[in-house]
């Protein structure tokens, strides 16, 4: 069954391929051109801090881009047709601060392998403090998470590049361990990026301006909070709602469903299709296109969706798409269902 619609993708991605590529290029090159000119504008007019504050915002907001629209296609072999290239391309992700080797790991092993599973899907492995699982471990704390956890998401992007991607490093206990060992050499590229990463945002701004350190700091946290919340927008409503399955993996490991009946039961699209979705977002809106075909580029997935859509509907399968309020509000609703323990043990005694 599933194998029609990927012929007829196949097809459509083929149609379509001869007016998109461009844009696929265009965009590999624009996208970290701006990000450094907001940078280097940074250094040279940085002084009135009016000016390094918005080139800071601007950063913030090139990195959500680079990273949809580039990262992650590259990450998925998608963004060039070589495959080295694509390799040496990630590196980007590690100037722009977050690890790109143990990222591929959780993105590719584990959240595309394994999404909304408890346990293996390492893009719900946060904090001690929120609990997106129906099945997970409860702790008091809980019962107020959907009142604090909106408070502490600005500091999602703080928490990815400063502390969790050391976590996964030197943690044994974390996802990433149960299908991978790290080579030395990553611990190396680790330190050193980092360490770049924080020079050039955090340091050099304050030599080459001659400006305090309070300056710096507090453009680098603008930086941080502006990405965190429109990285929180994209990857929160497709699948932490609660409208999606949370399913758990049988005694045998296998999982309850069908591979395809997973994926659409785990991930929802956004309705809002614009041309700023488009070039912009990276077609974060068609997330169902990308579960089922990661291997295609996000400028086909608004043709690709329609054929999904119509495979869907004439096989009784679920497609779901919702707005993004509607989304958001799924989301808070999952943080507020999940907040309350139902302890059937204590209910018969
Ligand atoms: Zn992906």
Not at 230 to 237: D, H, S
Not at 300 to 307: I, K, S
Request: with cysteine.
């Amino acid at each position: 069954m599933f194998q029609q619609l990927r012929l007829e993708v196949n097809d459509t991605v083929k149609k379509l391929e001869p007016k998109r590529k461009t844009s696929i290029t265009f965009k590999a090159i624009l996208f970290p051109c701006l990000y450094f000119l907001s940078y280097a504008a940074a250094l040279l007019w940085g002084k009135n801090s009016f000016v390094l504050y918005t080139c800071y915002i601007l950063m913030g907001l090139l990195l959500v881009i680079n990273f949809l629209n580039l990262i992650h296609e590259a990450v998925h072999g998608t963004l060039f047709k070589n495959k080295r290239i694509n390799n040496w391309y990630v590196h980007f992700f590690d100037l722009m601060g977050a690890n790109s080797y143990i990222w591929k790991i959780r993105h590719i092993r584990l959240h595309h392998n394994y999404p909304n599973v408890m346990g293996w899907d390492s893009d719900f492995e946060q904090s001690e403090m929120a609990r997106v699982f129906p099945h997970g471990h409860y702790s008091k704390m809980h019962k107020y998470q959907h009142i604090y956890l909106p408070f502490i998401y600005p500091l999602f992007l703080f928490n990815w590049l400063l502390i969790r991607d050391f976590k996964d490093f030197f943690n044994k206990n974390k996802i990433v361990w149960k299908v991978t060992d790290i080579p030395t050499i990553e611990y190396v590229k680790l330190f050193l990026f980092k360490g770049l990463f924080l020079f050039y945002t955090l340091v050099l701004p304050m030599l080459v301006l001659n400006i305090s350190f309070a300056e710096t700091l507090t453009a680098f946290l603008i930086m941080i909070f502006t990405a965190s919340l429109v990285a929180l927008i994209v990857l929160l409503t497709p699948h932490a709602s609660i409208e999606s399955e949370f399913p758990l993996p049988e005694e045998d490991l296998r999982m309850p469903s069908s591979w395809l009946v997973h994926q659409l039961s785990c991930t929802n699209d956004i309705k809002e299709d614009t041309w700023f979705t488009r070039f912009f977002m990276g077609c974060f809106n068609y997330h169902i296109a990308h579960h089922l075909f990661p291997s295609v580029h996000h400028v086909y997935y608004p043709e690709v969706t329609q054929v999904i859509e119509k495979f869907a509907r004439k096989n009784n399968l679920p497609y779901r798409r919702f707005p993004i309020t509607t989304s958001l509000k799924n989301h808070y609703k999952l943080l507020k269902a999940n907040a309350f323990h139902e302890n059937i043990f204590e209910e018969t005694m």
